[in-house]
């Protein structure tokens, strides 16, 4: 099986486009929890319909109606005396789907390790004055709103240091001149993560700020225009400065426990801070922090 990857996201959607078919029959084919289970059975050793029906405790006619269709799709073929065996695209197919499934469960278990040590940067004291004694009366002592991002396109710029956030920000800052977006920023939103995050014993972190565009109006052929899918968040404004129970540090904290203790949870789409106020002054600086909810 070719791996290469596509070079742009508007290639890997016309290619998405034109065969919706056919991977509508082979991601129908992988919708099922029983056929799933056969083809590790096949990946482990080839298998007959009696040994399968051993292995699974599945029916026979069952088996047969899974076989049929996974051989339809290529994932597995049928050779000699009645045995089935993944075939090697099947195989290929099926390490990059668990491998891609492991990555995203890793990017998930990082963002829920680095929410839960956003907190734990805290004492109980430190706590206590961001969200109130045991929550009691948080409404009235922290904001919160719950806000839908729909889906749209943006660029991205990253840098890697002690302070990445100035850093990616002047490179976004210098591309946007460029395209002459500094007359209409409200048209244009700015967000940042941290990417990577931070890590106990180094300075260094890393730090990605998004700009969303139209990618009609982008004159730079040269950037990557890349899509971000949207998600319900938890939203709450906060100060950049000064180094206070009220500015962007504690709030982080503050979201999370403000989420832990509403109807909604924490989940793992990705987390932004928007900036407010993108070109005033560090004192004056404003942003939304945005909590990936469910």
């Known amino acids: 099986m070719n791996t290469t990857s596509f070079n742009s996201n508007e290639r890997l959607a016309t290619f998405m486009l034109e065969t919706a078919n ?37 029916q026979a006619s ?4 899974h076989l049929a269709v996974l051989s339809d799709s290529g994932l597995i ?18 390490q990059q789907i668990c491998f ?16 839960q040590a ?31 991002l729909q889906k749209f396109e943006y660029v991205s710029f990253i840098a890697i240091g002690n302070h990445p956030e100035i850093e990616a ?23 940042g993560f941290n990417n990577p995050d931070p890590k106990k014993g180094n300075s260094e972190y890393g730090y990605e700020v998004w700009i969303q565009v139209n990618s009609c109006d982008v004159k730079d052929e040269e950037v990557e225009i890349k899509i971000f899918p949207g998600g319900k968040y938890a939203v709450t404004t906060t100060k950049l400065f000064p180094l206070n129970n009220d500015n962007v540090i504690p ?26 106020t993108p070109f005033a002054e560090e004192k004056d600086a404003y942003l ?3 909590l990936p909810i469910s």
């Open 169 to 191: 920000f002047k490179k976004m800052t210098d591309w946007i001149k460029t395209q002459g977006y500094l007359d209409d920023m409200a048209q244009h939103p700015i967000y």
């Open 77 to 94: 073929k049928r050779i000699d005396r009645g045995l089935y065996d993944i075939s090697q695209d099947g195989l290929d197919l099926l």
């Open 251 to 276: 709030a982080w904290p503050r979201l999370v426990k403000w989420v832990e203790s509403s109807e909604y949870e924490c989940a793992t789409h990705q987390w932004l801070e928007k900036a407010l």
């Open 288 to 290: 939304d922090l945005y």
């Open 100 to 115: 891609a499934f492991l990555e995203v469960k890793k990017r998930e278990t990082k963002k829920l390790e680095y929410l």
């Open 22 to 58: 056919e991977l509508n029959d082979l991601f129908q084919s992988l919708a099922n929890e029983r056929r799933i289970i056969i083809l590790a059975n096949l990946v482990y050793e080839r298998q007959n319909l009696a040994n399968l029906q051993k292995l699974t405790g599945f």
């Open 118 to 148: 956003l907190i734990g940067r805290y004492t109980d004291n430190d706590l206590s004055i961001a969200v109130g004694d045991k929550m009691k009366n948080i409404d009235e002592k922290f904001s919160v709103r719950i806000v839908e």
């Open 62 to 65: 069952l088996i047969a109606n």
